[in-house]
């Protein structure tokens, strides 16, 4: 851009690091993927109680992220297709996980940046191992030990292993939507809304507040259709909902 372009008091910032890779993947992807968005709301009280209970019985420090994480991978043990990939440039064949070997990823916000994270094999660790993976990684980021070369070599292990993707910007902001879409290979990926104070009916038809959370899901139409993908919605709310099953 030249400088008579930038006006009066304005100024020009370059789009680099992880921020620049990020755009260019979602560009790339825009153009070709049939992304379809499922939602459902949850009831996130359960889950609240559940991990704050887990952690003083395991002593260690359970995020809401982690019991999302967990459910997300469970969930998926019997819908592995949700995990799924495309293999290279191939658009009319699948690699599916085996259940024991779903993982997780998505970033995860460590001081103001985002940084991404890969728990291999989630639907078989426990929910401890989990929370401990990313508290490992999230110290090791901290400690200025993650730098962009291994930011971009996770990516690339994202891209290489099936995966179901989760972006929780309800970690960061009390917003109560958030939607993109799927990142190829991978043909689905969370988005994740803040739980915010919500009027319900509960079981006895009283009007109650809890904390309620939008989950969208995206999925590439070529891999997955709608029924499918709310049925496993529907289990992965059960299991956020009794969260006590997470306890393997």
Not at 63 to 68: C, T, W, Y
């Amino acid at each position: 851009m030249s400088s008579d372009m930038v006006p009066p008091g304005a100024s020009v910032q370059d789009i680099t690091g992880i921020q620049k890779v990020v755009g260019d993947v979602f560009e790339r992807n825009w153009h070709e993927t049939p992304v379809v968005h499922v939602g459902i709301g949850v009831n996130m009280s359960a889950a609240e109680r559940f991990r704050q209970d887990y952690g003083r019985r395991h002593a260690i420090p359970v995020s809401l992220m982690n019991v999302i994480q967990k459910a997300c991978a469970d969930a998926a043990r019997d819908h592995p297709l949700m995990a799924a990939m495309f293999p290279g440039d191939a658009r009319d064949r699948l690699i599916v996980p085996h259940v024991d070997r779903i993982a997780v990823q998505g970033p995860i916000m460590v001081d103001g940046s985002a940084f991404p994270l890969l728990i291999r094999d989630a639907s078989s660790k426990s929910l401890a191992d989990i929370a401990g993976e990313m508290r490992a990684e999230v110290a090791r980021i901290r400690s200025g030990a993650v730098g962009q070369q291994e930011s971009l070599a996770t990516f690339k292990a994202m891209s290489e292993t099936p995966n179901i993707g989760i972006s929780n910007i309800g970690m960061i902001a009390p917003v109560n939507m958030f939607t993109a879409m799927s990142i190829l290979p991978a043909v689905a990926h969370f988005f994740v809304a803040a739980a915010i104070e919500t009027p319900i009916v509960d079981r006895n038809g009283i009007i109650v507040a809890a904390p309620m959370a939008n989950f969208s899901l995206a999925f590439d139409h070529r891999a997955l259709s709608a029924g499918p993908v709310a049925a496993y919605l529907g289990q992965f709310k059960d299991l956020m909902e009794q969260p006590e099953r997470l306890d393997r």
